[in-house]
């Protein structure tokens, strides 16, 4: 959670800077957006395994918070996404807000892979760790898809609450573009095996450093 402090604030310095130096408030207005949606799926695991620590073991509380993590959790790489902007930014500004773009990706991107290893070590003592794993690989799957819904479909996640069906039918067409597959694999793949990484940085090799030698789940 500090790396995750330090890195907002350090893309804040830099958006802010810019707002300043130029007057133009644009771009900060939307990494600041689309940021506090990367972390909303965090904040949700976090409430979650809060909960569940202080002694509310209810598996609906367990399912409907990790339904609220899932329909939000493709907000947290999308920012990657936001680099397609650098074709319209001005040659002046073009490196400052590259490195802008590429903070503020990176700090969602790790928002993103945090909340889901809290979810992996809440589901793998309820489900098992073949389970477990096998819904964490869907899960990044569905972000790869969810990045589709929302760079080209331009749907986001409030809208499984205020426009359900139309929603339902946009993803229930969205078999028809060719494309919606070739991202979801695409993003979905790169995903799984940032997560991997990070959880084996983190979970396994963070074990075996202490010297419990632990076999990987």
């Known amino acids: 959670m500090k790396a995750l402090a330090v890195m907002t604030v350090a893309g804040l310095c830099l958006v802010l800077t810019r707002g300043l130096l130029t007057d133009n408030w644009w771009f900060f207005i939307m990494l600041v957006w689309n940021l506090c949606l990367a972390f909303f799926p965090l904040g949700v695991v976090l409430i979650?395994?809060?909960?569940?620590?202080?002694?509310?073991?209810?598996?609906?509380?367990?399912?409907?918070?990790?339904?609220?993590?899932?329909?939000?959790?493709?907000?947290?790489?999308?920012?990657?996404?936001?680099?397609?902007?650098?074709?319209?930014?001005?040659?002046?500004?073009?490196?400052?807000?590259?490195?802008s773009l590429f903070v503020f990706a990176q700090t969602g991107l790790l928002a993103g892979l945090y909340s889901t290893l809290i979810v992996h070590r809440m589901l793998r003592p309820v489900i098992g760790t073949e389970a477990t794993w096998a819904t964490i690989v869907g899960s990044q799957l569905l972000s790869g898809f969810g990045i589709y819904l929302g760079r080209f479909g331009r749907w986001n996640s409030w809208d499984v609450l205020t426009k359900p069906m139309d929603l339902f039918q946009a993803i229930a067409r969205s078999y028809e573009d060719h494309l919606s597959v070739k991202l979801t694999l695409a993003y979905g793949f790169v995903l799984i095996v940032l997560y991997v990484a990070f959880w084996w940085y983190v979970d396994y090799d963070g074990s075996q450093s202490d010297g419990s030698n632990p076999t990987p789940q």
């Open 48 to 99: 979650v395994r809060d909960l569940r620590n202080a002694g509310f073991r209810n598996q609906w509380l367990l399912l409907g918070g990790i339904g609220a993590w899932l329909a939000f959790l493709p907000n947290s790489p999308y920012i990657i996404t936001d680099l397609f902007h650098i074709k319209n930014i001005e040659y002046r500004l073009l490196w400052f807000d590259t490195m």
